[in-house]
C-alpha cells in the first residue's frame, strides 16, 4: 500500500540499482535529508554534476558497476564518509583531498 504522507523531506535512503541511469538528475528534492544514494550497475559516465545538488547530508554513496570515467570535485559532499566506486573505467581523480 502506498503512504500519501511521504514527503521527499522524509527520504534518507534511495536504492536506484540497475535502472540503466546515465545521468544523475534532480535530486535536488531530497537535499536535507538524503544520507545514502545507491546507484550501482547503471550506465553513470560522470558524477560531475553530483555536488550541484546540494547533497549536503549524504553519508554514503555507491557507484559501483558503472561506467565512470573520472571522478572530481567529490570532497564537496562534506558528510560522505563511504564512496563505492569499483568496477568502473576511472582514468583521472582530481580535486579529492584524502
Known amino acids: 500500500m502506498f503512504n500519501e504522507g511521504i514527503r521527499s523531506k522524509d527520504i534518507k535512503i534511495i536504492y536506484l540499482n540497475l535502472n540503466q541511469i546515465e545521468v ?7 537535499k536535507d535529508n538524503l ?3 545507491f546507484l550501482q550497475g ?5 558524477i560531475d554534476n553530483i555536488h550541484s545538488q546540494c547533497l549536503s547530508k549524504l553519508k ?4 559501483s558497476n558503472n ?3 573520472s571522478l572530481r570535485n ?6 560522505l564518509s563511504v564512496l563505492n566506486i569499483e568496477n568502473n573505467n576511472i582514468s583521472s581523480i582530481k580535486g579529492i583531498l584524502l
Do not use: A, H, P, T
Request: no cysteine.
Open 24 to 30: 544523475i538528475d534532480n535530486l535536488e528534492v531530497f
Open 35 to 37: 544520507e545514502e544514494l
Open 42 to 46: 547503471n550506465r553513470i559516465r560522470s
Open 60 to 63: 554514503k554513496l555507491d557507484i
Open 67 to 69: 561506467q565512470l570515467k
Open 74 to 79: 567529490i570532497n564537496i559532499l562534506q558528510s
